[in-house]
């Protein structure tokens, strides 16, 4: 933390800087803070994360190249899910961050955010950050963080403690 220096507007008149406070890093799993507690180091190879209480983590990160069905079964990983296709109905996921194509009737626990590029239909999702998809039909949500939706929600309840956008779409 560096203390500001006194300014002068475009008139001459001073500036006055208000007090510093030096904030300390938060570690969280996957990080170490330096010695110096200037610097925080990854322990392992995976994503950045920056929760809303202030911890910096990382997490490992576990892709899944096609859909979640029985091939792959359910999923409890300590990190973030990508999964490049979609999450079919009965299956579970409980993970860090997860990115999916679409969720159908799947129950998804997450401790950061779920973005969804398609649509999530018949699914229960309990997310501790932002849950962003391109529409929500027949789910139940819910988001310590904000609730983004592109396109139409449809017989859903979503319960957030951010915000609810829909940009573009209805909300029926």
Same mark, same amino acid.
């Given at each position: 933390?560096?203390?500001?220096?006194?300014?002068? $507007?475009?008139?001459? =008149?001073?500036?006055?800087?208000?007090? /510093?406070n030096d904030i300390a890093l938060?570690?969280?799993?996957?990080?170490? %803070?330096?010695?110096?507690? %200037?610097?925080?180091?990854?322990?392992?190879?995976?994503?950045?994360?920056? /929760? %809303?209480?202030?911890?910096?983590?990382?997490?490992?990160? *576990?892709?899944?190249?096609? $859909?979640?069905?029985?091939?792959?079964?359910?999923?409890?990983?300590?990190?973030?899910?990508?999964?490049?296709?979609?999450? #079919?109905?009965?299956?579970?996921? &409980?993970?860090?961050?997860? =990115?999916?194509?679409?969720?159908?009737?799947? &129950?998804?626990?997450?401790?950061?955010?779920?973005?969804?590029?398609?649509? #999530?239909?018949? /699914?229960?999702? &309990?997310?501790?950050?932002?849950? /962003?998809?391109?529409?929500?039909?027949?789910? =139940?949500?819910?988001?310590?963080?904000?609730? *983004?939706? $592109?396109?139409?929600? #449809?017989?859903?309840?979503?319960?957030?403690?951010?915000?609810?956008?829909?940009?573009?779409?209805?909300? #029926?």
């Open positions: 933390m560096e203390s500001g220096k006194p300014g002068i $507007d475009v008139n001459g =008149n001073p500036i006055l800087v208000s007090d /510093t938060k570690c969280g799993d996957g990080t170490l %803070l330096s010695q110096n507690g %200037l610097e925080v180091h990854a322990k392992i190879d995976g994503q950045p994360n920056l /929760t %809303l209480a202030g911890d910096l983590s990382v997490f490992a990160e *576990l892709i899944v190249d096609g $859909d979640v069905d029985f091939n792959t079964g359910n999923i409890d990983f300590d990190g973030n899910v990508v999964v490049k296709g979609t999450i #079919i109905d009965g299956f579970t996921i &409980k993970c860090g961050n997860l =990115n999916a194509k679409e969720i159908f009737g799947a &129950k998804i626990f997450a401790i950061g955010d779920v973005h969804v590029s398609g649509g #999530i239909l018949r /699914t229960q999702i &309990k997310a501790e950050g932002n849950v /962003t998809a391109k529409f929500i039909m027949n789910s =139940n949500i819910k988001s310590f963080g904000s609730v *983004l939706v $592109d396109k139409e929600v #449809i017989d859903s309840k979503i319960c957030s403690s951010g915000n609810f956008i829909a940009t573009r779409g209805k909300i #029926i």
